[in-house]
């Protein structure tokens, strides 16, 4: 099973509001990782995490706070967020942080008004 | 550092043509390379991965060959279905500075007309 899973699959939010992302996967993979991609453009990192440590923050500004409670489960925490937020939030994991393939999950489209 | 060029679309095909997105890298040493693709509103799924050279990866009928003396990675498919149409990203995991961050190309867009 290559299964990662992300909840919601939607999500629209005002520029006060606080929400949550969340993704997980049960193959046994220690890095997990958040991409942001807008239409037409390839994923980019925002975080990854080895072993439930934060080990990259690709200069994400601080309205978004990930969170990794434990080795299955990613969360990404969302507040004060701008329109230019919106776009499609992916999660993927890998056995590891070497040249391991990753396996993304389905996205969570985030529009922010 | 690490990059990889792929050739940029739209491309357009009938179906059951043969299929050819080109892509080369620049990277040290030996990356994994791969091919994902993503159709329409949905996330990337790996479609096929090559860990050394000369190593060909094949999955639904795709193929690439992990060409380290030109540093490319085509993607091949001999007859390809309606059902194809998608966005084809080109990548890599490597050595350096990117840490085995997966660098991706810029996308290809395929669509396959009946």
């Known amino acids: 099973d290559t299964e990662v899973t992300q909840t919601p699959k939607h999500l629209v939010m005002g520029m006060t509001n606080k929400k949550s992302l969340k993704c997980e996967q049960h193959?046994?993979?220690?890095?997990m990782y958040w991409y942001k991609q807008k239409a037409k453009k390839p994923p980019e990192l925002m975080f990854v995490?080895?072993?439930?440590?934060?080990?990259i923050n690709e200069s994400v500004p601080s309205r978004f706070s990930p969170e990794c409670p434990n080795s299955s489960l990613l969360n990404l925490h969302l507040h004060a967020l701008q329109p230019e937020d919106s776009a499609l939030y992916l999660c993927a994991s890998s056995q590891g942080l070497g040249l391991y393939e990753q396996y993304f999950g389905p996205g969570t489209r985030l529009t922010v008004t | 550092g690490n990059s990889v060029t792929q050739m940029e679309g739209p491309v357009t095909l009938s179906e059951e043509a043969f299929l050819t997105i080109n892509c080369t890298y620049t990277a040290t040493g030996y990356p994994s390379l791969f091919w994902y693709v993503q159709y329409p509103g949905e996330g990337l799924q790996l479609l096929l991965k090559a860990t050394k050279a000369d190593d060909k990866g094949s999955n639904k009928g795709f193929e690439a060959t992990y060409r380290k003396e030109t540093t490319s990675f085509h993607l091949e498919k001999g007859s390809v279905q309606v059902s194809d149409s998608a966005v084809y990203f080109c990548a890599l995991r490597g050595y350096g500075g990117s840490q085995g961050n997966l660098i991706f190309g810029k996308g290809t867009k395929l669509s396959v007309k009946p």
């Open positions: 193959m046994g993979h220690r890095a």
């Open positions: 995490y080895s072993y439930e440590k934060l080990s």
